[in-house]
């Protein structure tokens, strides 16, 4: 599994919007990223899932470089409860085993 | 609610005894994934059954093992229990071979 690094905190205000990047240098023809976000205490939860280019849902946005070192999270607008844990992951797609290996994600704080 | 449920909520035992933890994932997956967090090592991935068939092992001691029935709920069993397995034990599922895995809430352990 390709290693990933991304930032260890980040602090934003409520509105505006949220860029979280991560880096994966190391990342295979077959990888695909996906970001998930946990609230303490809780289970991590799906937010996106890319493999080049830009990919949006009701959530996030991913933007992903053509040479796919590197993918960034956009969080539009965010809000106090956006304040979690945001994690990268890199894996392949293929085979049957599907292991997430967290690493220590990115604590974003949302101030009022 | 992520559709996927977990038993108990919280478990308080002693050390030395055996538990055990129930999973029972979401309607139509296949697939279902133990992690454990703790706070000083993070989220671990344990270990991930496909349709009946262990698929992956991860950081899974050989004090614990798991298995998944045949209507898929999967039961994860923690023996000879030492205060280093206090943690959130997570269930998670997925409809296929996916990265998008969805985590049920977690059983807190307290090994005293």
Redesign the interface.
């Known amino acids: 599994l390709a290693k990933t690094t991304q930032p260890i905190s980040m602090d934003s205000y409520e509105g505006q919007e949220v860029n979280i990047t991560c880096s994966h240098n190391n990342i295979a023809t077959n990888d ?1 990223i ?1 970001w998930y976000q ?1 609230f303490p ?6 937010i996106i ?1 890319g493999y080049k280019t830009k990919v949006t849902n009701e959530v996030a946005s991913l933007f992903i470089p053509a040479d796919r070192k590197s993918s960034t999270l956009s969080l539009p607008r965010v809000s106090l409860s956006d304040t979690a844990v945001y ?1 990268c ?1 890199v ?1 392949a ?1 293929s ?10 994600g990115t604590q974003l704080t949302v101030l009022p | 609610d992520s559709g996927v449920t977990q038993t108990p909520k919280h478990l308080i035992t002693a050390t030395g005894q055996r538990v055990t933890l129930r999973c029972s994932p979401r309607s139509g997956d296949l697939s279902v994934y133990w992690y454990q967090q703790s706070l000083d090592q993070g989220l671990q991935f344990l270990i991930q059954y496909y349709n009946g068939e262990e698929r992956a092992k991860g950081n899974i001691l050989e004090r614990f093992s798991a298995q998944q029935f045949p209507d898929l709920h999967s039961e994860l069993n923690l023996s000879s229990l030492e205060l280093g397995d206090s943690a959130l034990y997570f269930c998670a599922s997925s409809r296929d071979r996916s990265y998008e895995q969805y985590f049920g809430p977690g059983t807190r352990l307290t090994v005293t």
């Open positions: 695909y996906t946990q205490s809780q289970g991590p939860r799906f899932q994690y992951l894996g797609a085979g049957s085993a599907r292991q997430l290996t967290f690493g220590s």
